[in-house]
């Protein structure tokens, strides 16, 4: 079961009733998910038809560069663009204790897992910068890297915000690379005129394995929560389900 990286870069043009030209700007959107860092599987255990392991996981990051650096070299062609923004859905790590043996299916201890996935999104980043003048993340946290059994303690007491927030120091020597992340279970991203809403999905339930009802749900409740405060969204982003797909809504 390898833990692929989720990217999903996407180009905004500046305003959503507006044709893109060549001098309107434009913004490049990154999901990233799912990497739970410290996952080990060997091939003796999947009969030869796959493996995951830290050194498979830092050639994953050298090779995210690699795919935001071509996408955003062709965009360039239609339009300039100057920002990425990032939005880290959560499950960083693999954690150590989710589910019975998970001992047996890490190469790294926890504590290992967060220092060393933060040292690979540093360096990412820090790439990213030769390619934009702008950098903004938006970070949520996941399931895998909460402490304790669930419900033991708050969603933020976890792991993921661990990773974030030493990222966010360590790189507090680049002005610009921003941060948005605070104990919310769900953030809003607003590029341009549209926004996006991030939560990790590790509260919507399946049916026969397919998750489209506990997401329609879900975004309906988000949505209705949200109304209260006067806020919207055109965009529900989640993670957790490990497969990369679109799920259209009522506009």
């Known amino acids: 079961r390898a833990r692929p990286l989720l990217t999903t870069p996407l180009a905004l043009a ?19 998910s799912d990497i739970q860092a410290g996952t080990l599987i060997t091939k003796e255990s999947t009969g030869g038809l796959n493996e995951f392991n830290w050194e498979i996981l830092c050639e994953y990051f050298d090779n995210l560069f690699i795919g935001v650096q071509e ?17 880290v859905l ?3 790590v693999e954690g150590s204790q989710i589910f019975p043996g998970q001992e047996q299916h890490i190469c790294k201890d926890l504590f290992h897992q967060a220092m060393g996935v933060t040292q690979l999104i ?15 993340i938006t970070a949520v946290c996941g399931n895998h890297g909460r402490v304790g059994k ?27 690379i921003t941060w948005k992340m605070d104990d ?9 005129s549209y926004k996006f809403y991030l939560t990790h999905g590790d509260d919507i339930r399946c049916w026969a394995v397919i998750p489209y009802y506990g997401v329609d ?14 806020e919207w969204y055109d965009y529900f982003m989640i993670g957790h389900l490990h497969t990369p797909s679109i799920i259209p809504g009522v506009a």
């Open 14 to 32: 500046k305003s959503p009733s507006q044709a893109v030209t060549p001098s309107q700007e434009q913004t490049i959107v990154l999901e990233l």
């Open 71 to 87: 996408v955003t070299q062709a965009l360039q062609h239609s339009a300039p663009i100057k920002r990425l923004h990032v939005h």
């Open 90 to 92: 959560g499950d960083i």
């Open 122 to 136: 540093e360096d990412f980043l820090i790439k990213c910068l030769t390619l934009f003048a702008e950098i903004h």
């Open 150 to 176: 669930k419900g033991e303690n708050p969603h933020w007491v976890n792991w993921d915000r661990i990773v974030y927030e030493f990222a966010k120091r360590e790189l507090s020597n680049y002005p610009n």
């Open 184 to 192: 919310s279970w769900w953030q809003i991203d607003t590029i341009y």
């Open 217 to 230: 749900r879900s975004a309906q409740r988000e949505t209705e929560l949200l109304r209260m405060a006067n």
